[in-house]
């Protein structure tokens, strides 16, 4: 039946019966997809599989029946799903892109009012959809309501009235739920269904024309800005916002223009002429026919609160910092004064003394105090320059034999005064010369190797160096001393911590030492390892990624380009394109490297960015260079081709994009769009 007239099959029989049949198939099929749509204990994905084997059951040849859910790119198909030429479709168009539900007939059935299909079915698909479309809405707000909990968690007793508002807003999401359901159970219309749920938002939305115009706004939003709808209607969005912040509208509408959509903050006015921060989401869609901007405002006065907050903390605490800095910098220079005259004064006693003198002893004594008292401060001041991430690198050109050589005079001087008797080998197999920061290697190789003599009463000591690959370079410090337990091996890189306090009375030291060597190797890009055996010895060992900035220049020009690529034909490819003309090529093969270059030189021109490195995507990279650089030019380099990898790299914050393989002609036009790109003389 259809209202009160009753339905003439082709046959011309009225089969009151069948109709009554059909619709209560119809009201089960829709009672048993509410259900399914309001489980808590199954997935989304559960939920969508489940429902599209229970839509057939509302058609009127269920047995020949299957149906299809297609939301973006996730496909569910009933059992025994095939695609034939008999179908009803339902789209719906939600946040997340198009929501699709097809119901076919795998054989051919006779003609009904919609090919094999009933007007009354294809109402019953557009309900399903629109049912379907609503839960996975629901479901995406629930989902963003859990997340926002999680980051406030720590926060939870400030904003119980929050968390209250946001079970509160949970709950009136289960009632419309239920009313929706009630709703098509009844057939209501769909815009009835959409202004419902339209109302019930909490954020504010409003739906308006190319022009600004508002066409369509919430009850949440009249209520906030504390204008009636009818006023709303009256205004455009620029008369919203706040005189000094319109200045973002052109930029948005470009956006908007480009993508389709646009996220931006602003500060909308209320009637009353309160400020109010808000954050916007906006979206081209089509309403009523017609592209109109469809636009969701988070009030932000709670987070801009947070903010100022955080940024509040962080400033004292880099205050504290600052002031700590300045204190050990003070502290340093009021010890050293006076300690400079004791050892000055000391050495000159120490001359004048005879050798059999017993005062002599007691010199050396006070000149052994003093260096002992000299080291703890330049180790608290080294330990201060790490915590506070100040530590300074400057590569050089040097060979390791020569550095390990001359660390190793160095730790035969050092066992002679703590008067052990061991040997201290060197085993080099790293001949050619590299480019890292030799004096910060010195000083690491020099406590590893103090350590080691510390606690090792016989046997060797063995300082080594060995490549890894084209880049890396492996040292050690090796020892046959007592070892460390396995329990222990954690915190012996702690700061002021050693393996037992009984360490300290019978090796000496401050606990500073490994943590001085951690820091400084991290810094460099290494992680200090440690593998050893109580009773056989212990490997200190590093990796450090060799640096190539120096190796690669290619003149003294003003224009500087960073090349970041790991492969090394590409590298030399495009450093031939370029070779004749007047440029200072620099090169990094990951994004470690690169940033490590970009924070270290005064200025780079231009980049030319491989997009697929070793460590990390070239987008993510790309991003991390804009927060830094927001000028800086980025051409993007990709073996990837096409539309979408170029709507990555842009989005990222590239310039430009060429795709692999480079012409050399394309790559110097696009070169020459940001820099004066001149032949050598």
């Known amino acids: 039946m259809e209202g009160n007239n009753i339905v003439i099959r082709k046959n011309g029989v009225t089969d009151r019966d069948h109709a009554l049949k059909e619709r209560m198939k119809e009201l089960n099929c829709l009672i048993r997809l509410s259900r399914l749509c309001n489980s808590s204990d199954i997935s989304v994905d559960e939920i969508l599989q489940q429902s599209v084997k229970v839509i057939p059951e509302g058609w009127q040849f269920p047995e020949d029946a299957c149906a299809r859910i297609v939301d973006g790119e996730n496909e569910y198909l009933s059992d025994g799903f095939k695609e034939t030429r008999f179908r009803q479709t339902s789209e719906r168009v939600w946040i997340n892109g198009v929501l699709k539900v097809e119901v076919f007939y795998l054989t051919e059935r006779p003609e009904e009012d ?5 007007h009354e079915e294809q109402r019953l698909l557009d309900t399903i959809a629109e049912q379907i479309q609503y839960f996975l809405e629901r479901k995406m707000r629930e989902l963003e309501l859990s997340q926002r909990n999680q980051e406030h968690i720590q926060l939870l007793e400030k904003y119980t009235t929050q968390n209250k508002e946001l079970n509160q807003l949970n709950d009136k999401l289960k009632q419309e739920v239920e009313r929706k359901a009630r709703l098509e159970l009844k057939a209501r219309m769909n815009a009835e269904k959409f202004y419902v749920f339209f109302n019930a938002l909490n954020d504010s939305v409003f739906i308006h024309d190319l022009e600004g115009n508002f066409l369509a706004v919430n009850d949440t939003a009249a209520k906030i800005t504390g204008y009636t709808k009818k006023e709303l209607y009256a205004m455009s969005f620029t008369q919203l916002d706040a005189p000094d912040s319109q200045s973002h509208v052109e930029d948005v509408m470009r956006t908007l223009s480009d993508k389709g959509k646009a996220m931006f903050e602003t500060v909308h006015k209320t009637k009353t002429g309160k400020r109010l921060p808000v954050e916007v989401s906006a979206k081209l869609v089509d309403y009523e026919g017609e592209e109109a901007v ?27 910092e600052r002031l700590k800095t300045s204190f050990l910098a003070n502290l340093s220079h009021e010890i050293r004064t006076p300690l400079n005259g004791i050892i000055g004064f000391s050495d000159m006693l120490a001359e004048r003394v005879k050798a059999s003198d017993k005062s002599k002893e007691y010199i050396q004594a006070i000149q052994e105090s003093s260096d002992q008292l000299l080291k703890i401060i330049e180790d608290l001041l080294e330990i201060s320059s790490i915590s506070n991430k100040q530590i300074e690198l400057n590569p050089e050109e040097f060979t390791p ?33 590299v480019v890292l920061d030799k004096e910060r290697l010195i000083q690491v190789i020099k406590h590893l190797g103090e350590n080691a003599i510390k606690f090792t009463n016989e046997g060797t000591v063995e300082l080594g160096c060995e490549r890894v690959d084209d880049y890396n370079l492996r040292f050690y410090v ?111 093969s990951t994004g470690f490297e690169a940033m490590s270059i970009l924070t270290t030189r005064e200025h780079i021109d231009l980049i030319l960015l491989d997009i697929r490195l070793p460590d990390m995507d070239g987008d993510r990279l790309a991003r991390d260079i804009i927060a830094m ?52 003389e």
Request: aromatic share 8%; with cysteine.
């Open 114 to 118: 919609i090919g094999p299909f009933l």
């Open 294 to 320: 469809l636009s969701i405002a988070r009030d932000l006065t709670d987070r801009k609160l947070h903010e100022r907050k955080l940024v509040e903390a962080k400033e004292r605490a880099e205050n504290s």
């Open 401 to 433: 034999s020569d550095l390990l050589s001359e660390v190793a005079d160095y730790i035969n001087d050092y066992k002679r005064t703590e008067d052990k008797d061991m040997r201290v080998d060197v085993r080099c197999l790293v001949e050619e010369k």
């Open 478 to 588: 090796r020892d046959t001393g007592i070892g460390i337990k396995p329990e222990d091996q954690d915190c012996v890189f702690d700061t002021f911590r050693q393996v037992d306090h009984g360490f300290t009375r019978n090796y000496g030291g401050n606990g500073l030492g490994l943590s001085i060597v951690k820091g400084i190797i991290e810094s460099m890009g290494g992680e200090l390892r440690l593998v050893s055996e109580p009773g056989k010895g212990s490997e200190f060992s590093f990796i450090l990624k060799e640096s190539r900035e120096k190796l690669v220049k290619s003149s003294t020009s003003d224009n500087h380009i960073l090349i970041i690529e790991d492969e090394s034909m590409n590298f030399q490819l495009l450093k031939e394109y370029l070779e004749e003309y007047d440029v200072n090529i620099l090169h990094a």
């Open 629 to 680: 650089y927001p000028e800086m030019p980025i051409i993007a380099q990709t073996a990837f081709t096409g539309p979408e990898n170029e709507r990555i790299c842009r989005e990222a914050g590239c310039t430009d994009y060429l795709s692999k393989p480079n012409m050399r002609k394309n790559l110097l036009d696009k070169i020459s769009q940001y820099m004066d790109l001149k032949k050598q």
